[in-house]
């Protein structure tokens, strides 16, 4: 039999975890290892609530390891170092996002893209090692994967750029979407897409936000800065909006087609996907065949381009619009996320309200 989760590791913890698919989160004594000579331990202050989160403690992908603890839009101050880190010292806040461990050696991690290493360690879940998440006291990792927190960008709103901010702006480089003058159509206003806007504009791009109701205009327009708001079940709507975007990056997890959005697309132009839906998506031929365009995927961001987007974020004032909770209300919030009932991110206040017992 092996150790428990509270003896496994010599440095005692305390957060709150999962211990089955009904996803209900409670306390729990953990333990993490002990700093290592390129490791950074840090206080958790903050930790954003990912949609992500939800799946995983629900075992919705079929790869759950129970316990879980949850938690990658993480925030904090280092409490300690080990004696090889260079990039941060003790007092200095920092982040961790989706990935805590990677090989580092091969052509994936050569190139700056952890997340596709076949061998990366999510922050949790993970089916090489378990690695409990933020929603606990403090963290260790190796300084490899620690994100330097620039001082003017305001750590409880900007907690969830670690995994929010990061998925919508890797493809927007990726895919060359990022062009003054262009016009890219954003699918769907949530965590994610609310975060798309805010980057969008700051790199100087005309922006259609597309959206199943007229609901959410006023807040993508006078709030957020989007150029235009399509709602996709308007056919006429649509029809004039064939062929006028150069992209389109498509946040949204809940079954929808795709035809009517490559429509939108000029000729050349490319749909990128980022939201996952359970169910897979129906894709003709024909739709990309007339215009050669294209249908491409994103996942999150290697730690170099996470580092650009969070210095990118302090530079333009960009945060996630966001509902601050005591960790005790976690349950409520998983509740109200998997009802869409939140704008835009939950963060849970984790230095002021995780009581250890």
């Known amino acids: 039999m092996g150790s428990s989760p509270e003896t496994e590791h010599p440095v005692k913890a305390f957060g709150y975890a999962a211990r089955d698919s009904s996803g209900l989160l409670s306390p729990i004594n953990f333990s993490r ?30 790869n759950a390891k129970y316990p879980m603890i949850p938690g990658h839009e993480i925030v904090g101050v280092v409490t300690e170092v080990g004696s090889k880190v260079k990039k941060v010292k003790v007092g200095d806040k920092v982040g961790v996002g989706c990935l805590v ?8 991690c050569g190139a700056d893209q952890e997340q596709y290493c076949s061998k990366n360690v999510m922050t949790y879940n993970s089916s090489i090692v378990i690695t409990y998440g933020g929603y606990s006291d403090h963290m260790v ?18 907690a969830p750029l670690l995994c929010a901010g990061i998925t919508v702006y890797s493809p927007m480089r990726y895919y060359g979407l990022d062009k003054p003058g262009m016009h890219v159509g954003l699918v769907g206003l949530g965590g994610l897409g609310h975060v798309a806007v805010l980057f969008l504009k700051a790199l100087g791009v005309k922006v259609t936000v597309i959206s199943t109701s007229l609901k959410k ?7 957020l800065g989007a150029d235009s708001f ?6 006429p709507q649509m029809q004039a909006a064939v062929s006028t975007m150069d992209g389109i990056i498509d946040t949204v997890s809940a079954d929808h087609p795709l035809i009517p959005l490559i429509s939108l697309l000029k000729p050349n132009g490319k749909l990128v996907l980022v939201g996952a839906p359970t169910k897979p998506h129906e894709l003709p031929a024909f739709p990309l065949l007339f215009g050669r365009k294209l249908v491409g995927g994103s996942l999150i961001g290697g730690i170099k381009e996470t580092q650009e987007m969070i210095d990118f974020a302090a530079k333009h004032k960009i945060t996630a619009a966001i509902e601050l909770i005591p960790m005790d209300y976690i349950n409520t919030a998983m509740e109200r ?8 991110r939950f963060v849970i206040d984790i230095a002021n309200s995780l009581k250890s017992t």
Request: aromatic share 8%; hydrophobic share 25%; charged share 30%.
């Open 33 to 62: 290892r002990e700093t290592g000579d390129e490791d950074v331990r840090f206080k958790v202050l903050y930790c954003g609530v990912c949609h992500s989160d939800l799946h995983s403690i629900k075992n919705d992908w079929l």
């Open 101 to 108: 461990g990677s090989c580092r050696s091969c052509d994936q």
């Open 141 to 158: 990792c190796n300084e490899h994967f620690i994100i330097s927190w620039p001082k003017d960008l305001p750590l409880d709103s900007g």
């Open 217 to 223: 205009k006023e807040e993508a327009m006078s709030k």
């Open 230 to 235: 399509l709602v996709s079940s308007d056919q």
């Open 337 to 344: 996320l998997q009802k869409s009932d939140v704008r835009y």
